[in-house]
Structures are given as C-alpha cells and as structure tokens.
C-alpha cells in the first residue's frame, strides 16, 4: 500500500513549456486534491475531484487543468508554464468528506 | 470564499513550553484537521475533529473544535525538539464540504 505517489520530485520548466504532474493513489479514495504551498505559506487549493470523471476548480485555478479518468490517478496539466508557477505541488485524497486526507510527498516546480 | 486565518504565524519557545496555536473562520466549518508540516514532506495528520464542542488528544497534542463552530485550535504541552515544523488547521465548510481548506500555518522553532 503506496498511499498517494506524486512524480516527478522535482522539475524545473522554461517559460512556455508545459508538463503534467503525475498523482496516483491506491487507497480507492474517491476524493483527490491538488495543493500548491509558495514559500512560507499555506496551502491552496487548484483542483479537486470527488470521483472519476468529475473535478471542480479550487481557489486557484488559474493556468492548471486535470483530468480523472480513473479513480487512481488526478493528473495536474501545465500547459504554459508561468515563472508565478514556482511552488511546491502536493497532491491529497480521502476516501470520504468527513475522514482524512493523505498527502504525497510533493512536486518542487521551478520556472525560470 | 472560505477563508481561514491560523494564528500565530510563527513562534520561538524554549524547550519544555507549551504551545497553543488557533484557526478561525468567517463561516461554520463541519470538520477541522490540524496536520504537522516537516521541511521537504507532505503534511501528516495529527488530530481530527468532526463534532462541535469535541476535544481530542494524541499524547501530546490537544485540539478542540469550537462551539460555535467557527474556530478549532491546537495546544501541545512540554516541547521539545521533533515538534519544530509547520502546523496547518484545514477544514472543510458545511456548504462546499468536498473542498479541504487550509490556514497559513503556524512555524514552530524550539530553542534547546
């Protein structure tokens, strides 16, 4: 039993470049969040999904897109990577709304 | 939006003190979590709580989740050196309760 598995650790991006951050659980959560934390702050939220197929925008969306095709994965798309886009990635799930969420271990992203 | 506001941002103890950290919101909040930040890692869960008026401990750690349900905060008694980290409330509001959302933190540094 992983837990929640993000890859790559770390990646570094030119301007205009895009990538996918990769998460995967298998814990068969239904709900999967993607997390960025910039340097000496909290957590906000991009993306969430509470099930395969469905996903909601957070509090910033903004220049991010997923997907959930399976109940595994929740893939973070960049398509135009921005130097705003430096942070740390985490990506989260929970099996329901009032249990616990799980992190991974975080995506560093630089963008230079 | 939801917003949390954790507090404080940062604090300086000497060893062997307690702490006392809180989160407040400006809307009613069905579950609080409060999670442990190490340098380089995901947060890990240290207490839920999921009834209004509900304290928790784990060991060390004592959490509440408010009457008015609005507020929640964290004590931990008799420091020392492991608990150094970042601590983050996260909750999830009554309306919206599939979004996980977290406070800005609290830096704990413990002088030895």
């Known amino acids: 039993n992983a837990g929640v598995t993000q890859t790559p650790k770390f990646r570094i991006l030119k301007i205009g470049q895009s990538m996918t951050l990769q998460c995967a659980q298998d814990?068969?959560?239904?709900?999967m969040y993607w997390y960025r934390q910039d340097p000496g702050m909290g957590l906000k939220l991009i993306y969430y999904?509470?099930?395969?197929?469905?996903?909601d925008k957070g509090e910033v969306p903004n220049g991010y897109n997923v997907s959930r095709s399976t109940t595994e994965d929740f893939p973070l798309r960049l398509e135009l990577a921005a130097p705003s886009q430096t942070s740390v990635y985490f990506c989260?799930?929970?099996?329901?709304?009032?249990?616990?969420?799980?992190f991974g271990q975080g995506t560093r992203l630089t963008v230079v | 939006g939801q917003q949390l506001n954790q507090s404080p941002q940062s604090m300086f103890i000497q060893e062997g003190e307690d702490v006392s950290m809180n989160c407040t919101s400006s809307?009613?909040?069905?579950?609080w979590l409060w999670y442990k930040q190490d340098p380089g890692e995901g947060p890990v869960l240290l207490i839920a709580?999921?009834?209004?008026?509900e304290l928790t401990s784990n060991g060390r750690l004592t959490a509440q989740f408010g009457i008015t349900r609005k507020d929640s905060f964290l004590n931990i008694s008799a420091s020392i050196p492991s608990d150094v980290g970042i601590y983050f409330c996260?909750?999830?509001?009554?309306?919206?309760?599939?979004?996980?959302?977290f406070g800005q933190g609290t830096r704990l540094t413990i002088n030895p």
């Open positions: 996260a909750g999830q509001h009554i309306q919206g309760a599939q979004k996980l959302v």
């Open positions: 809307s009613i909040f069905n579950t």
């Open positions: 999904s509470v099930g395969a197929g469905i996903t």
């Open positions: 814990m068969n959560h239904n709900y």
């Open positions: 709580l999921y009834k209004a008026g």
């Open positions: 989260a799930s929970r099996r329901t709304l009032n249990t616990e969420a799980f």
